[in-house]
């Protein structure tokens, strides 16, 4: 099942139902007495978020949605049935807009999180409701209202603690599958990740964070070059980045560069994305283990920038507990408390 970030459906409530034009038999009563009850309510069309979703995938095969109609009114003054609501569920993090006008109606960002978003048509009046001391016999009753029909836009935004990011191969996936219970693709060549990873890092007192893996950015990437381009909007929702980087790519060996590059384009997309708290991570450190003084002079480069530094090895494990205590210490807010105190 692929991901997809991006779908436009239409959905449509329900019609309400017709009220009816009954008359019962009763010996001195004019026609008999009306006794038509009023039409059902027609189904109301509701969106709810659940974490139990990551991708739009589903409405790539689904695109049309309907509530079902309100039944008619019947003799004896009974009234129809109610149609039946349809709830559509999404990803948290699932903004709804319209697709003619491209208002935001909806911006689901909690689990269960449900709105409605389209009420279904009232059901007609039957003729019993229309009898008054003048038309004691009223021989007409209502339609029900048409329910109503509306073509959306469905935006996924990720929702997580923490985002990953950093250029191709800096090893997001494989430090992704270090930190959490996440199982994404790995491999040696650029782009080896087309979509992004959640993942959630479990600690020992049952507390966690998520984790997104969002694919390599390049430079361009706001521009659409690359692939990262498409998901530069997912770190919209993270609340900290950590900044992976490859002290040894072959391509490069200037971290500094690297990390100017990944910050030029998360600030062309969006000014806001630079101002989130980030923490740099060098990454593969197990390539050239007897040279710490470089990895030290470029933690304090960037430690002289205003940013927190940290080493590990994605492929060996060093240094990755000494990372998830850092991200526990710093996001959970158990831990903030106990070290103000």
Avoid: W
């Avoid at 239409?10 to 008359?23: M, R």
């Avoid at 807009?97 to 279904?120: C, S, W």
């Avoid at 381009?229 to 560069?257: A, N, W």
Wanted: with cysteine; proline share 4%; hydrophobic share 35%.
């Amino acid at each position: 099942m692929g991901f997809v970030d991006e779908a436009e459906i239409a959905v449509k409530s329900g019609d309400g139902g017709a009220g009816c034009i009954s008359f019962r038999r009763e010996k001195f009563v004019p026609k008999g007495g009306p006794d038509g009850g009023n039409g059902g309510k027609g189904g109301d069309v509701f969106f709810k978020a659940t974490r139990r979703l990551y991708s739009l995938y589903d409405f790539s095969a689904r695109r049309y949605f309907k509530a079902q109609n309100g039944r008619p009114g019947r003799s004896k003054n009974k009234a129809g049935k109610k149609g039946r609501d349809i709830e559509i569920q999404v990803p948290v993090g699932t903004m709804v807009k319209d697709k003619e006008t491209g208002e935001l109606l909806a911006d689901l960002v909690h689990d269960n999180h449900q709105i409605l978003l389209v009420e279904g048509g009232e059901g007609g009046k039957g003729n019993k409701h229309f009898t008054t001391a003048t038309n004691r016999a009223p021989t007409f009753a209502q339609e029900g209202q048409k329910g109503k029909e509306k073509r959306v836009k469905l935006e996924l935004k990720l929702i997580a603690d923490i985002g990953i990011i950093g250029l191709p191969n800096a090893g997001k996936s494989t430090l992704l599958s270090r930190l959490s219970n996440a199982h994404p693709k790995i491999a040696d060549y650029p782009f080896t990740t087309l979509a992004p990873h959640l993942g959630v890092i479990l600690f020992d007192d049952e507390q966690s964070l998520t984790i997104a893996d969002i694919p390599g950015l390049v430079e361009g990437a706001s521009s659409g070059k690359g692939l990262g381009h498409r998901f530069l909007q997912h770190i919209e929702r993270t609340s900290f980045l950590l900044h992976l980087l490859d002290m040894y790519h072959p391509h490069s060996g200037d971290v500094l560069k690297d990390f100017f590059i990944i910050q030029e384009e998360l600030k062309l997309f969006h000014p806001s994305l630079i101002k989130k708290d980030q923490v740099i991570v060098i990454n593969k450190i197990d390539l050239n283990p007897t040279n710490n003084k470089d990895i030290r002079e470029t933690c304090h480069a960037f430690n002289d920038r205003g940013f927190e530094c940290l080493s590990i090895s994605g492929l060996t494990g060093e240094g990755v507990e000494e990372l998830k205590q850092f991200l526990k210490d710093r996001l959970l807010p158990s831990n903030k408390m106990s070290e103000v105190g």
